[in-house]
């Protein structure tokens, strides 16, 4: 398996290149050169797989060059009963109707960017040890994947850790969960501004070839397809669990829908390249909080991104993002996979402000099967409130976003799965006004908010984080 950009300007590498690039070396983002398939027997035999053999299987497909043994063992490793509480490490729970729950939380930082960085924090480790080189990791993050990138990297030999995040943005226990690390290898960066800021300030650095080169700059955040290659697991793991009590002979073409809480695009493109891989997905349902660029381009085929000051301040933080990078990711598959198509797409964007796709709109659901919605404060309140009155079940503000905006979209008869996006402890406040319900720290967590916090703050500044950088970088 190769991997190129989907600007076409990079030369094609193996996995494990490209888990050390991140952004592809022209600006686009790298893609397989072409998606694996997998038949309907090959899907039902993996039906009695763990977790982690799931992986090795299905990330197996994708990281061709590293050995079957390491990649099982990183697997193991990555998801354990260690880093995870529950003993299925995603737990799929039914929840109303036609709806279900599935658990992406149970790892060290109650997020499901742990789902993923788990996996990353063995797979850069096993890769730099066998190229011995080192890599500083360049990444921002809204809300939950700095601590999962953190958790996952703490300690790793050879990597270092520049987090960006926005001041003032992110709840206090996301805060406390990165900026309590003493690691030295784990670098915490708050930015004045919002996340894409932040986000601007990595492609920045990730750009500028000849500074990434000196510095082996690499990145964590979901324009790493190491993370989406990963995230692909749950979407399988979730529909083996939805149909194991579907008749035997009816499960081939036993369609499930998902619902996907969305920011950067990177967890539902997930779900796309698992539905394009044979997996029987019906609908991939985006759901967006205020800054609902994706569900406005998914409903009219036009994509503006906002600029960074006009991005919402809301009370599911992690999806306040106005442009999402992986969605490029998708537009080349829209456009035919052709890496011309794609980057005129993005001249233009970079002209006009916005990409006119109207005419491809009756495509996203009929051969894409995607559908969008957006959920406001008040509807995550009710939402949150409603679910703990009928289930007793208490969810986070991003997983409310994505209930609501489901039991819009679900279809009698067809299962419908919300992706958990976090554990409801992360979010107190919003839960207290929606149910009167005081949460407290996990107990695993006790004392947590009191730790002392270690943070460098900075201004939009791209010389102040290049010298930052630069002059803390781990060396080969």
Same mark, same amino acid.
Request: charge should be negative; glycine fraction near 8%.
């Given at each position: 398996?190769?991997?190129?950009?989907?600007?076409?300007?990079?030369?094609?590498?193996?996995?494990?290149?490209?888990?050390?690039?991140?952004?592809?070396?022209?600006?686009?983002?790298?893609?397989?050169?072409?998606?694996?398939?997998?038949? %309907?027997?090959?899907?039902?035999?993996?039906?009695?797989?763990?977790?982690?053999?799931? %992986?090795?299987?299905?990330?197996?497909?994708?990281?061709?060059?590293?050995?079957?043994?390491?990649?099982?063992?990183?697997?193991?490793?990555?998801?354990?009963?260690?880093?995870?509480?529950?003993?299925?490490?995603?737990?799929?729970?039914?929840?109303?109707?036609?709806?279900?729950?599935?658990?992406?939380?149970?790892?060290?930082?109650?997020?499901?960017? =742990?789902?993923?960085?788990?996996?990353?924090?063995?797979?850069?480790?096993? #890769?730099?040890?066998?190229?011995?080189?080192?890599?500083?990791?360049?990444?921002?993050?809204?809300?939950?994947?700095?601590?999962?990138?953190?958790?996952?990297?703490?300690?790793?030999?050879?990597?270092?850790?520049?987090?960006?995040?926005?001041?003032?943005?992110?709840?206090?226990?996301?805060?406390?969960?990165?900026?309590?690390?003493?690691? =030295?290898?784990?670098?915490?960066?708050?930015?004045?501004?919002?996340? =894409?800021?932040?986000?601007?300030?990595?492609?920045?650095?990730?750009?500028?070839?000849?500074?990434?080169?000196?510095?082996?700059?690499?990145?964590?955040?979901?324009?790493?397809?190491?993370?989406?290659?990963?995230?692909?697991?749950?979407?399988?793991?979730?529909?083996?669990?939805?149909?194991?009590?579907?008749?035997?002979?009816?499960?081939?073409?036993?369609?499930?829908?998902?619902? #996907?809480?969305?920011?950067?695009?990177?967890?539902?493109?997930?779900?796309?390249?698992?539905?394009?891989?044979?997996?029987?997905?019906?609908?991939?349902?985006?759901?967006?909080?205020?800054?609902?660029?994706?569900?406005?381009?998914?409903?009219?085929?036009?994509?503006?991104?906002?600029?960074?000051?006009?991005?919402?301040?809301?009370?599911?933080?992690?999806?306040?993002?106005?442009? %999402?990078?992986?969605?490029?990711?998708?537009?080349?598959?829209?456009?035919?996979?052709?890496?011309?198509?794609?980057?005129?797409?993005?001249?233009?964007?970079?002209?006009?402000?916005?990409?006119?796709?109207?005419?491809?709109?009756?495509?996203?659901?009929?051969?894409?099967?995607?559908?969008?919605?957006?959920?406001?404060?008040?509807?995550?309140? %009710?939402?949150?409130?409603?679910?703990?009155?009928?289930?007793?079940?208490?969810?986070?503000?991003?997983?409310?976003?994505?209930?609501?905006?489901?039991?819009?979209?679900?279809?009698?008869?067809?299962?419908?799965?919300?992706?958990?996006?976090?554990?409801?402890?992360?979010?107190?406040?919003?839960?207290?006004?929606?149910?009167?319900?005081?949460?407290?720290?996990?107990?695993?967590?006790?004392?947590?908010?009191?730790?002392?916090?270690?943070?460098?703050?900075?201004?939009? =500044?791209?010389?102040?984080?290049?010298?930052?950088?630069?002059?803390?970088?781990?060396?080969?």
């Amino acid at each position: 398996m190769k991997y190129f950009s989907t600007r076409g300007g990079m030369t094609s590498a193996s996995y494990g290149e490209i888990l050390l690039e991140g952004l592809a070396t022209d600006g686009g983002l790298v893609v397989p050169e072409t998606v694996p398939a997998v038949s %309907a027997a090959q899907i039902e035999a993996w039906r009695d797989l763990s977790y982690p053999e799931l %992986a090795t299987e299905i990330l197996g497909l994708y990281a061709t060059d590293i050995a079957r043994e390491d990649l099982s063992r990183m697997c193991h490793a990555a998801y354990s009963t260690e880093n995870f509480v529950h003993e299925a490490i995603v737990p799929v729970t039914h929840l109303e109707g036609d709806i279900s729950l599935v658990g992406l939380s149970e790892g060290p930082t109650l997020a499901f960017k =742990d789902m993923a960085m788990q996996f990353l924090g063995q797979a850069l480790e096993h #890769v730099l040890a066998t190229a011995d080189r080192a890599l500083n990791i360049v990444g921002a993050t809204s809300g939950d994947t700095g601590s999962a990138a953190e958790y996952a990297l703490r300690g790793k030999h050879g990597i270092s850790v520049f987090m960006l995040s926005p001041q003032g943005r992110m709840s206090d226990f996301q805060r406390a969960q990165m900026y309590s690390l003493t690691d =030295d290898n784990i670098h915490n960066i708050a930015v004045e501004g919002v996340f =894409d800021d932040c986000q601007n300030l990595v492609k920045a650095l990730s750009g500028d070839l000849e500074f990434k080169r000196e510095h082996d700059l690499g990145t964590v955040n979901s324009i790493n397809l190491g993370r989406i290659s990963a995230q692909m697991v749950y979407y399988f793991w979730a529909w083996l669990r939805a149909t194991d009590d579907v008749d035997a002979a009816d499960r081939a073409t036993y369609e499930v829908s998902f619902t #996907v809480p969305s920011g950067n695009f990177g967890n539902i493109l997930s779900g796309h390249l698992a539905k394009s891989m044979g997996l029987p997905v019906r609908r991939l349902v985006l759901a967006a909080n205020e800054n609902n660029v994706l569900d406005s381009f998914f409903r009219t085929g036009v994509y503006t991104p906002r600029a960074a000051a006009e991005t919402y301040l809301t009370s599911s933080p992690s999806m306040d993002i106005s442009k %999402a990078s992986n969605l490029e990711r998708f537009i080349f598959d829209l456009l035919g996979r052709d890496p011309e198509r794609l980057a005129a797409a993005w001249r233009e964007l970079d002209e006009t402000g916005s990409i006119d796709l109207r005419t491809e709109v009756p495509r996203f659901v009929a051969e894409f099967g995607f559908q969008s919605g957006t959920s406001t404060h008040a509807d995550r309140v %009710a939402t949150i409130r409603s679910v703990f009155e009928s289930t007793g079940t208490l969810i986070d503000p991003h997983t409310a976003d994505g209930v609501k905006v489901a039991r819009e979209h679900v279809e009698p008869g067809v299962p419908m799965l919300v992706l958990e996006t976090a554990k409801p402890e992360k979010f107190p406040e919003i839960v207290f006004e929606a149910t009167g319900e005081r949460l407290g720290i996990p107990e695993h967590l006790a004392g947590l908010l009191e730790l002392p916090q270690h943070v460098t703050e900075m201004g939009n =500044d791209e010389a102040a984080l290049r010298a930052f950088v630069a002059a803390r970088a781990t060396r080969r």
